[in-house]
């Protein structure tokens, strides 16, 4: 069984009178340790592909099933569930909050799962032991790089045990070595932990880290390669 699959999904937007097609008829099946890259022009599908994959959207037709179960017509706490059990989220601008120190950026996913303020403490530091940031718990994000910043990130999509990352971008404001030794923190944590990572990128550099690209076009997938 596939981990996560879509079934002929299509997303339209009203504007207007007017209806944008932003995916059409789109079926992909991505299985559990996959390292996949989304790839396509500005306006080609892959960012509301991925905001499907990630439940922020519902597809207008057809079916998506993440662990063989339809997620497509969840009610919005349902959804919710899933993004925060199943889904690690990470972006191009970071997200952190930036008065809180980066341990108290990581337990937010926590706050919501009845744990006590030691374990979330634990977990935190662990998650952020794994980016190698171990030391560095106590600094708020002014006092670090971009490239921390990024770590303290895929820390907190780390911290709930989700089996699926889903990165938007992530090496976007990041320099060429950052962008690298953050690729290769993704490259670790697919090949050590088995979780499957699905990134957004219009770097072709950035997705030779991967070993799958699929490639959108007007809301079509036109390509679907496999690297060994």
Same mark, same amino acid.
């Given at each position: 069984?596939?981990?996560?699959?879509?079934q002929?999904?299509?997303?339209?937007?009203r504007?207007?009178?007017?209806?944008?097609?932003?995916?059409?008829?789109?079926?992909?099946?991505?299985? =559990?340790?996959? $390292?996949?890259?989304?790839m396509?022009?500005s306006? @080609?599908?892959? %960012?509301?592909?991925? /905001? &499907?994959?990630?439940?922020?959207?519902?597809?207008?037709?057809?079916?998506?099933?993440?662990?063989?179960?339809?997620?497509?017509h969840?009610s919005?706490?349902?959804l919710?569930?899933?993004?925060n059990? =199943?889904?690690? $989220?990470?972006?191009q601008?970071?997200?952190?909050? @930036?008065?809180? %120190?980066?341990?108290? /950026? &990581?337990?937010?996913?926590?706050?919501?799962?009845?744990?006590?303020?030691?374990e979330?403490?634990?977990?935190?530091?662990?998650?952020?032991?794994?980016?190698?940031?171990?030391?560095?718990?106590?600094?708020?994000?002014?006092?670090?790089?971009?490239?921390?910043?990024?770590?303290?990130?895929?820390a907190?999509?780390l911290?709930?045990?989700?089996?699926?990352?889903?990165?938007?971008?992530p090496?976007?404001?990041?320099?060429?070595?950052?962008s690298?030794?953050?690729?290769?923190l993704f490259?670790?944590?697919?090949e050590?932990?088995?979780?499957?990572?699905?990134?957004?990128?219009?770097?072709?550099?950035?997705?030779?880290?991967?070993?799958?690209?699929?490639?959108?076009?007007?809301?079509?997938?036109?390509?679907d390669?496999?690297?060994?």
């Amino acid at each position: 069984m596939a981990l996560l699959e879509t079934q002929g999904i299509a997303k339209t937007y009203r504007l207007g009178d007017i209806a944008v097609n932003a995916l059409r008829d789109v079926s992909l099946s991505i299985g =559990k340790g996959e $390292f996949m890259a989304i790839m396509g022009p500005s306006g @080609s599908g892959k %960012s509301t592909f991925m /905001n &499907v994959l990630g439940c922020l959207d519902k597809p207008t037709e057809g079916r998506y099933m993440l662990e063989g179960v339809d997620v497509a017509h969840m009610s919005r706490d349902e959804l919710a569930t899933i993004r925060n059990k =199943k889904l690690g $989220f990470v972006f191009q601008g970071f997200n952190l909050l @930036s008065r809180t %120190s980066a341990l108290e /950026n &990581v337990e937010l996913p926590l706050l919501y799962d009845g744990l006590s303020a030691k374990e979330r403490r634990q977990r935190a530091a662990s998650a952020l032991a794994v980016v190698g940031l171990a030391g560095r718990e106590g600094h708020h994000p002014n006092q670090l790089s971009g490239g921390q910043q990024q770590r303290v990130a895929i820390a907190r999509a780390l911290v709930n045990s989700a089996p699926i990352i889903l990165a938007d971008e992530p090496t976007g404001n990041l320099d060429t070595r950052t962008s690298v030794e953050i690729m290769e923190l993704f490259v670790k944590l697919n090949e050590e932990s088995n979780i499957t990572i699905i990134l957004v990128t219009h770097e072709k550099d950035i997705a030779a880290f991967s070993r799958r690209r699929i490639f959108f076009r007007d809301g079509v997938v036109v390509s679907d390669e496999t690297v060994r």
